[in-house]
């Protein structure tokens, strides 16, 4: 290699060092030794100081993010699929904020865990929770507004659902795993997990609490078609359609969804059609 | 909102979200903080939201790891929109980067990687760091990277490509002593020739930190983790310089194995008294 580069073909040269095109293949690179200063350490020695930084400061962050997941799957075969990960998957922002978001797509698209879908759906209950626990939420839902509106409109409603909120449904009981999987690691014990003592179908609300935290909720199916309902748009009428509900008991469980951080506005979809079987009453007395 | 304007003077200290509490409940005895500003680009988040809080009775620098001013790259225009839209919200008094790159061809590194020290170099520099700092309408801070390697192709010294750095783009210099202290280690080099090599009216801003020591068959490499108490070596480079120093904004910083704030504190002291600044 002769070592007049110009900056753009040292810096390709260099980066192509750090990030091997199959993990295996590490050993093999040559670490530009034609391109460096001598010193008292090898130049592998030397490049391999940056090889580390590259690969300890993302795959820490994964180990952050999903100690549950790295539970799940064993510490030695996380540590495996986060080295992937990092070199197979660029990071393409200079900040770490959507990172761990595409890392559960790779999880699920990996061959090996195929037959292991509560592995990834774990990762993602494990991301919403960390993104919720980030976020600014100052409940500040505009009771005034709503009250203002006319019955004719009512049923038009279409309630916001807050960015603090994931939904997500499983055929096991994702939340009795990861209480089980927390307690584990918190007493660093090891935990032997078979699929089926989680066998049941779950619906699963994730929401920062009164404190500021990440927190998870089981919900029944009825209150997980509406929340589903909520984050589709769907107006109040559709809502009560959708499960030939009674007005008042949506609005009641509305109500409980906004004093929760759940909701945390609304608008009106003029062009929806009105509900003919729910009994109708005024907002103000509601909400 | 317009925050009252503060200079960094005295000691300040990386804020690391560790200690943010700290910070919210009261107002300890730290002269300014630094944040990283990629922790805190999101408009919603809750650390946005209390850098808010805290800027309200600390003079805050905005310390960045992710312009890639060095990459042969165009700058990320999205990352210059984020990071406007944090310095308009904070208000920094100062903004810092590196002389580094950490990205190519759209891929990001999360490391700072380094540069040769050639003619090419510095004009690419001169470029991007002129073109940062007429986008992001703010002077910016350049610090000096921690080395292990050299680049055969090499036209000037470290501190000599810092000096013509500043002086054709307008920049100032941010002067870390741990990593002069590891670099000139690493590469066997005397870290008293680069401080005697640096135009001193350019820097407005010093960091200190620690590091580790890492054993090799040939001996010992020094790695720049931020994860120690500043080493003796680099205070005595502190009391040899000390009345140059003095008046120029010195931070502790700690990365990695954060200790108490009380410890970090404890080092903004020891700061404090080898630059002969009275203490609070």
């Known amino acids: ?287 | 909102m317009a925050y009252q304007q503060h200079l960094l003077t005295g000691t300040g200290i990386g804020l690391r979200q560790p200690h943010v509490e700290h910070f919210l409940q009261g107002t300890p005895a730290a002269g300014w903080l630094e944040v990283h500003s990629e922790n805190y680009l999101q408009e919603k988040s809750k650390r946005r939201h209390q850098l808010r809080h805290i800027r309200n009775h600390y003079a805050i620098s905005c310390h960045g790891i992710g312009l890639s001013l060095g990459s042969s790259d165009p700058l990320s225009q999205t990352h210059i929109k984020s990071l406007k839209a944090l310095f308009n919200d904070i208000e920094p008094s100062l903004i810092s980067e590196h002389l580094s790159w950490s990205s190519l061809n759209g891929r990001f590194y999360n490391d700072l990687l380094p540069l040769p020290y050639t003619h090419e170099s510095l004009n690419h520099m001169i470029t991007q760091v002129g073109q940062a700092q007429d986008l992001l309408g703010r002077q910016i801070l350049i610090e000096n990277p921690s080395s292990y390697l050299a680049f055969k192709q090499a036209d000037m010294s470290e501190p000599e490509l810092l000096n013509q750095l500043s002086q054709h783009s307008g920049c100032k210099l941010l002067l870390d002593l741990n990593n002069i202290f590891v670099s000139c280690s690493n590469m066997n080099t005397d870290p008293y020739d680069y401080l005697a090599s640096i135009n001193w009216h350019q820097v407005g801003e010093i960091h200190l930190a620690g590091h580790t020591l890492k054993q090799l068959p040939q001996g010992t490499i020094r790695i720049d983790t931020h994860n120690n108490p500043v080493c003796e070596e680099v205070w005595g480079m502190v009391t040899t310089y000390k009345d140059t120093l003095k008046h120029i904004p010195c931070l502790i910083e700690w990365d990695a194995d954060i200790p108490s704030l009380d410890v970090l504190m404890a080092e903004a002291k020891k700061a404090q008294h080898y630059l002969g600044i009275a203490h609070d």
């Open chain 1, 1 to 287: 290699m002769t070592k007049d580069l110009n900056l753009a073909q040292l810096q390709t040269y260099f980066a192509n060092q750090l990030v091997p095109k199959k993990p295996a293949s590490l050993a093999e690179l040559d670490p530009l030794s034609d391109l460096l200063v001598d010193s008292h350490f090898t130049p592998t020695q030397v490049f391999n100081i940056y090889r580390n930084n590259f690969l300890i400061s993302l795959s820490d962050m994964l180990e952050q993010i999903f100690p549950i997941t790295q539970v799940l799957v064993g510490y030695d075969y996380f540590a495996h699929i986060s080295r992937d990960f990092v070199y197979s998957v660029p990071l393409k922002q200079p900040h770490l904020n959507d990172y761990g978001s595409i890392f559960v797509s790779f999880l699920r698209q990996l061959k090996a865990l195929e037959k292991m879908q509560f592995v990834g759906q774990m990762a993602e209950l494990e991301w919403h929770l960390d993104y919720i626990s980030h976020i600014y939420y100052k409940p500040d839902f505009d009771f005034k507004s709503l009250a203002k509106i006319s019955e004719e409109h009512l049923l038009n409603i279409q309630f916001r659902l807050s960015d603090t909120c994931h939904l997500q449904t499983s055929k096991l009981d994702l939340i009795a795993l990861h209480k089980d999987l927390s307690r584990a690691q918190k007493l660093s014990k090891s935990t032997t997990i078979t699929a089926v003592t989680y066998q049941q179908q779950s619906y699963i609300l994730g929401l920062q609490n009164h404190l500021g935290e990440a927190a998870l909720m089981p919900l029944d199916q009825r209150h997980w078609t509406w929340l589903i309902g909520l984050q589709n748009g769907l107006t109040l009428a559709q809502l009560c359609d959708l499960e030939n509900t009674d007005l008042n008991l949506l609005i009641a469980q509305i109500k409980d969804w906004i004093a929760l951080g759940c909701i945390d506005g609304f608008s009106i979809n003029s062009s929806s059609s009105s509900i003919t079987n729910a009994n109708l009453l005024k907002p103000k007395e509601y909400l």
